[in-house]
């Protein structure tokens, strides 16, 4: 998730400066991914029933929605 393609005016909104950057580490040149059996973007590799990367977005926004939810109760409580 990259907020920069939502700018519009060149100066961020204080909506876009909240949401956080991810980035999805997945570098290399394969030395160890090719030899194993895998072939293409490591990221689109299979793991189970979903890609790396649809594995990685999955729990990314679990997480997002845990934060959510306690920040929910956190503002109840206060």
Do not use: C, N, W
């Not at 990685?56 to 845990?66: A, F, G, K, W």
């Amino acid at each position: 998730m990259h907020t920069s393609r939502i700018f519009t005016t060149g100066m961020p909104t204080a909506e876009v400066l909240q949401r956080p950057t991810v980035r999805v580490l997945a570098s290399g040149r394969g030395d160890r991914f090719t030899p194993s059996g895998g072939s293409g973007d490591k990221l689109q590799a299979d793991l189970h029933d979903k890609s790396v990367l649809e594995h990685t977005l999955s729990d990314l926004l679990q997480v997002r929605e845990m934060l959510e939810q306690a920040q929910l109760r956190a503002t109840d409580r206060a």
